[in-house]
């Protein structure tokens, strides 16, 4: 990290340090809480811009790009490609992504859809048996599972609108290191180590991740991958189109449909025919600001919004982080809104979302109002949003989520920004790698039962071309004048719901910087009766007050991987003058990388 006395006089970098002190200092320093074996990551605070990714290779193929002049979209691409190498089992191009971007120059945000595609030969009982549904790993190995990839054809979309760097360039860092090698990680090694035996039984991925005895390469054993090289060359030359066309999608397909126990049905046409879309964002308010994410098919943003706003009328603040009262009010927030999501919820372009109406404000003070402090109502019931069908007028569907996903935020110099997560699935997605990249099982994020058993149309069940239901949360927090103060999202499944929701909570009911936000332990609810604590944390010592609450309680490993940045600086009010006109512009950012994994902030 580089500060201004690279480039002001000595005196007035040390008075522009000083105000970033103060204006630090404005969030409450109450201690972070770690779980013993965590390694302690401290805030980082940058003067220009942040990278806040999943692996320092990859962070620093951002800032590097940043550095050169790149744009926010440039530095997301170079990192995508890095942890498309580093990080195989959570992203690639053989996966999709949802992207949140703004411009502060218009102050307006804009949402891109790289989310996969399921196949038009598909239908709604592609994962069921004349027994029943399939078991999730049986989907999941093979061809079945893999959708039409999705994130390479929205990077481009969003380069050609906001990149500044030739898009060939943005896949210099992948290659070399592709070439060159990289360290094998503690935390690939692990993903590795618990892997299915069919990783280390298939042909192609076997070599590649495994000794000749069946046991994981060791941490640090240096990695190449010239396929994914050779691929990446023919990306920069070529665009999205050559791999949407041509022998990268006939490979692809030829991978998924040869499966010899499960074979899948994508085909030539569903990769041709593939598009990106821009959506409009889903926007709402939280303790006077406002928060963006993706609309449908994300259910995240929604989910997340009418979380908070049924939490608004609680006095957080007063309860206190991770006390028995706020962990038993958010949880029971989180089991109303999960109930709404699994009923609602799914791609808009196949089903009608009641977006209005679960966003609704009066709708959620009501909601809200079933939330008791002194018990829990377990099993939460559906709602019925204004605008909407009869509640229950869709079916209980069957599908999981898994964390086979990475996040990154970045804001580059111009105050640019962009919140990207991006995913194969769960991890390793298919197993099936083409061309030195893994394919996602994308698709087991629809239901795998297309009606309940009271005959009732799910809402997320297999349509062709249709896009499985996510709970992705790429976020971006504005002040009152639309002004940039956080970027956010993690992976982490239908889980991802509450990180995202924990952060925001800590920073503005909290008062908690960014690193301190994160580091706070993990809990939450969905549509049982279960409360999950983080194993390792001290909310897990918070089990005996919330079963008393009736909350039945599990205490578990809670992987987030929240990557985080915000506003450090010094708003401008267009009254300046003197010196206070030469530093008061540069506006600086506090970034938080989560100590669940191996992610860095960093920048100049």
Sequence with gaps: MRWFKDRLPLPAALLLLSIFATTSALRAQTPPELPSGWTDKQIVYTDFDMVAAANPLAVKAGVDTLNAGGSAIDAAIAVQMVLNLVEPQSSGVGGGAFLVTYDPKNRKVETYDGRETAPLEATGDLFMTPTGPMGFTAAVIGGRSVGTPGALRMLELAHKEKGKLPWAKLFEPAIALCEQGFALSPRLFAALSGANA??????????????????????????????????????????????YNGAIANDIVAKVRSHPTNPGLLNANDLKIYQAKKREPVCGQYRGRTICGMSMPSSGATTVLMTLAMLEGFDLKAMGPNTADSVHVISEAYRLAYADRGQYMADADFVSVPLAGLLDRSYLAQRAKLISMTKSMGVPPVGQPPGCCAANSFGDGLQAEFEGTSHMSIVDRDGNAVSMTTTIESGFGSYQMVRGFLLNNQLTDFSFTPIDAAGKPVANRVEPGKRPRSSMAPSMVFDSKMR????????????????????LI???????????????????????????????????????????????????????????????????????????????????????????????????
Aim: aromatic share 8%; hydrophobic share 40%; charged share 15%.
């Design 506 to 604: 800590g920073l503005y009911d909290w008062n908690l910087d960014i690193q301190q936000a994160i580091n706070h332990g993990n809990f939450g609810a969905q549509t049982s009766a279960t409360t999950q604590l983080e194993k390792g944390s001290s909310v897990k010592d918070l089990g005996p007050a919330l079963v008393a609450r009736g909350h039945t309680v599990s205490v578990v490993d809670i992987n987030s991987g929240l990557h985080g940045i915000t506003f450090n600086g010094v708003r401008d009010n267009g009254n300046r003058s003197g010196l206070a006109a030469i530093l008061l512009p540069y506006a600086g950012w506090a970034g938080g990388a989560d100590p669940r994994r191996e992610g860095i902030a960093a920048g100049y």
């Design 198 to 243: 069919a990783l280390k039984t298939d042909p192609v991925t076997g070599p590649y991740f495994y000794q000749a005895d069946g046991t994981p390469k060791p941490v640090g054993t240096i990695i190449k991958n010239p396929e994914l090289a050779a691929t990446f060359r023919t990306l920069a030359a070529g665009g999205a189109d050559v791999f």
């Design 484 to 503: 940039l103060d956080a970027v956010i999202g993690s992976p982490g499944g239908s889980a991802i719901i509450q990180y995202v929701s924990k952060v």
